[in-house]
């Protein structure tokens, strides 16, 4: 038993928390958006694996990283923009056109790969690199947490950041005042004057963009390859995380590094002497568990709506 | 927000030969004339579908006429959208408040108009301009309070802010008393004139009449998408005004006989209830009679639905009995209650009272489908569903075409009907009313009226919820109110009640003692510790 704590309190541990994380917070923040503008956006799963798979393929091709990232936040952020439309033009119900979505990625992107590359598997034959580390000057000497900061991805300081913005956007801007409003009351929006779709459709871009970024990091982030439905359900658990957070912004931040820690303890206690089949099912047992206990948290308060910060 | 000039003489708003087909080829505005002058507060009757509320929305930009003109400061206008009219200083308080539950008033005062610089939110003057609006205006209001929180008459009063801050020199007010109390209402009435005195013009829709009288300066009525005529306040009648509604003589006052109330139909005692929603019910102890009619007054929201689906089998008392003609009715499921003789008229037609896509014949019979004559060994006949379905619609006065139509095709009042006919033709014991005329038209309200009072006599105890105090004094044998779940009055004689009292005991500002409500109530007690005396 001690060697676990061992293992879960070193910095090397942190560290993968934080790494681990960035695409649970990403995606998270997608979901959240998304859902304060009255759209769910199940999609988001498809949207990262084709972003991951784009920027990947963009990268190898044209031999640049940041254009492979840009494209692939570029396609996730289309997605979006696609879902919304399907819903707001067509009336098509959101969820059905999520996992319309979510498999045309998947079969989308297998496709893409084999055509382009001949191989079933991803991208590993195509050489595209992956995106820069960041290490702050003096960073390393904070204790404790400078270990696991030192060299993060690019990526996962954008996610940590995504927290205060995300806040920030919906609590002191007139675009979030607006997308909560439409959210949770579509007729009082249009009523004042506020164009409702046009919310709807930038929250939708807003959400397949860090969904994008969150894909983006799958393939460039420590890999520099995209793999065939390398997600494995991180959208899906994102989406958890959104509500599991109370579709707060910093509820939704615990909540996707909640997940993160989980999914690295799993990855920590594979090197231990336990089976990993159980091991490798953690992250998913503890989102069942999250999400029962927010039901009842939530039946027990009996009310629905979440009660917004006040402005 | 800068409101586009307006002319400096003419109406405030007008409509010029306005008409308004919609795309499926119903005319609901067929060639308005309308004109109202600065500073006047106009009311706007009519009957349901008579077109008031579409030609409000085209006051507002919420629909465009299809040929006319629409005019406000003295031009015409082409409003695209709520944005457009709302530039042009036309603000609209709609029938279902258009507020953002979760925001505070202040908040939902300046959405869409918010204060800040650079695309971003200026929390603090949002409340110091809604304190201030509300200080000029006199409509009182808490800035900082969340609006799911706050009383009806506090959310109506933010919508009337919110207008108020977009700078509206027209107000529209679609059926704002609806869920008023009386001194709500007054205190709405004091506002709305104070507003008019400095300069706003109100367009106010009702098919209250009385309240039209009090309100407005002059009056114009709309029937069948024309409007009929625009009459000085002081001029008109309620009988008057209501007859040019209908376009014939109809008086809604209901004649009826003293009631002969006989044994006791209804015994309710100790009856508690906790939903998770929080809404209690406590110790309510209360009898209806057959032969009699018991109107419950409250706010709503007071525990009147909860009462009214526990009567009606649809939810389960936490504590005490219900006796129907002296069997308990504890245990029976809701075709139970239905059986031992309780017809249900629910407040929400369209959501409990009615299957929408099914037929008129069908929803006719689904209390009965499985019995004879409708049906015999589990098939059901057809040809006698029908016939069954004919012969209520001729009794009934049901406007349709045929039985087969869907009942959404129905007129809010033609769909009660059936309901109403559902549920009287099953020859309840008891008939619980919850609402019955709300959204129906003048026509059918009358009709309504006159089928209680004819159950009632045919020896039917009835009790009726709702939340129009003059149906209630006019129809009510007797008189109960409900305040926070408990029975706050009892008038066991409703001559010369006005709504005025019985507004101040809904309010809490008034209630009656404990013998008062219970007199002549036979065996208080109810539950398991003292079993013998409650049979």
Redesign the interface.
């Known amino acids: 038993m001690s060697s676990v704590l061992d293992v879960v309190l070193s910095s090397a541990f942190l560290a993968a928390v934080l790494r681990i994380a960035t695409p649970y917070l990403l995606a998270a923040f997608g979901g959240l958006v998304a859902e304060r503008a009255g759209i769910s956006n199940i999609a988001l799963e498809g949207q990262m694996l084709s972003a991951a798979c784009t920027g990947a393929l963009v990268a190898g091709y044209s031999g640049s990283v940041a254009l492979g990232a840009v494209s692939g936040v570029a396609v996730a952020t289309l997605l979006g923009v696609l879902l919304a439309a399907l819903r707001l033009e067509l009336g098509a119900d959101a969820i059905i056109a999520g996992i319309g979505l979510n498999l045309l990625a998947s079969g989308g992107t297998a496709y893409a790969v084999y055509s382009l590359l001949d191989d079933k598997g991803g991208t590993s034959g195509l050489k595209s690199g992956s995106l820069p580390s960041i290490t702050l000057p003096g960073v390393e000497n904070v204790p404790v947490l400078g270990d696991a900061l030192s060299g993060q991805n690019l990526v996962t300081w954008l996610a940590f950041l995504a927290a205060p913005f995300v806040a920030w956007l919906f609590y002191?801007?007139?675009?979030g005042?607006?997308l909560?409003?439409v959210g949770?009351?579509p007729?009082?929006?249009?009523?004042?004057?506020?164009?409702v779709r046009r919310v709807q459709y930038t929250g939708l871009a807003l959400s397949g963009a860090l969904a994008g970024l969150a894909g983006v990091f799958l393939s460039m982030g420590y890999v520099s390859f995209f793999v065939r439905d390398m997600t494995a359900g991180r959208g899906f658990i994102a989406l958890a995380a959104v509500f599991l957070g109370g579709l707060r912004p910093w509820g939704v931040f615990l909540a996707a590094l909640g997940f993160g820690a989980a999914e690295a303890l799993a990855v920590q206690l594979g090197t231990l002497d336990v089976p990993p089949q159980l091991v490798s099912t953690i992250p998913y047992v503890m989102t069942l568990v999250a999400l029962a206990l927010y039901a009842w948290r939530r039946?027990r308060r009996?009310r629905a709506?979440?009660?917004?910060a006040?402005? | 927000m800068m409101n586009e000039p307006w002319g400096k003489a003419g109406p405030a708003v007008a409509a010029r030969q306005v008409t308004k087909t919609y795309a499926n080829g119903v005319r609901a505005v067929r060639s308005v004339d309308l004109e109202v002058p600065p500073g006047e507060i106009r009311a706007v009757v009519g009957e349901n579908g008579a077109g008031k509320s579409t030609l409000m929305k085209m006051f507002y930009g919420l629909e465009q006429p299809s040929a006319g003109a629409i005019l406000v400061g003295g031009r015409p206008r082409v409003l695209r959208g709520p944005a457009s009219a709302i530039a042009l200083g036309v603000g609209m308080v709609h029938q279902n408040l258009m507020l953002v539950p979760s925001f505070t008033v202040a908040q939902n005062v300046v959405l869409g108009v918010e204060p800040g610089r650079r695309g971003l939110v200026d929390p603090k003057a949002a409340v110091e301009r809604t304190a201030r609006l509300a200080e000029e205006s006199g409509l009182t209001v808490d800035p900082r309070a969340r609006v799911e929180e706050v009383s009806v008459g506090m959310r109506q009063r933010t919508e009337i802010l919110k207008a108020l801050h977009r700078k509206a020199r027209v107000l529209i007010l679609d059926e704002p008393t609806a869920v008023l109390t009386p001194q709500e209402t007054e205190d709405l009435f004091a506002a709305v004139r104070r507003l008019r005195d400095g300069g706003m013009t109100v367009l106010f829709i009702s098919h209250k009449l009385r309240e039209v009288r009090e309100i407005s300066d002059k009056v114009s009525v709309m029937r069948a998408g024309s409007l009929v005529g625009t009459v000085a306040t002081a001029d008109a009648t309620e009988r008057s005004l209501a007859s040019m509604m209908v376009g014939r003589d109809l008086s809604l006052d209901v004649e009826r006989s003293p009631a002969r109330p006989t044994e006791t139909t209804l015994r309710v005692r100790c009856l508690g209830y906790e939903a998770a929603t929080g809404q209690w019910l406590h110790g309510l102890d209360f009898d209806v009679a057959a032969g009699e009619i018991v109107g419950v007054a409250g706010i709503e929201g007071n525990g009147q639905s909860e009462l009214a689906e526990i009567l009606a089998g649809l939810r389960r008392p936490s504590t005490g009995t219900v006796h129907l003609d002296g069997t308990d009715t504890a245990g029976l499921d809701v075709a139970g209650h239905r059986r031992a003789g309780i017809g249900y008229v629910p407040e929400d037609r369209l959501y409990n009272g009615a299957a929408l896509d099914a037929s008129i014949a069908d929803n006719l019979v689904v209390d009965r489908h499985d019995r004879p004559p409708l049906a015999r060994r589990g098939v059901l006949y057809p040809g006698a569903v029908r016939a069954h379905a004919e012969e209520l619609i001729g009794e009934y006065a049901i406007r349709t075409p045929d039985p087969s139509v869907p009942v959404r095709a129905l007129s809010g009042g033609n769909l009660q009907k059936v309901i109403v006919a559902r549920e009287l033709s099953a020859g309840p014991r008891l008939l619980i009313a919850s609402q019955v005329t709300r959204g129906v038209d003048i026509g059918a309200m009358r009709f309504m009226y006159e089928r209680l009072v004819a159950a009632r006599d045919a020896g039917a105890a009835v009790l009726l919820i709702s939340a129009d105090l003059t149906e209630l004094l006019g129809l009510s044998d007797r008189l109960l109110v409900l305040k926070d779940g408990r029975l706050v009055a009892r008038f066991d004689d409703t001559t010369g009640l006005t709504e005025k009292r019985v507004g101040l005991y809904m309010l809490g500002v008034e209630e009656h003692g404990r013998d008062r409500l219970t007199v002549g109530l036979d065996t208080l007690t109810a539950g398991p510790e003292d079993p013998g005396e409650t049979t």
């Open positions: 002191r801007t007139r675009f005042f607006h909560r409003a949770e009351m007729d009082a929006a249009e009523s004042v004057g506020i164009a039946k009996g709506v979440p009660a917004a006040s402005l």
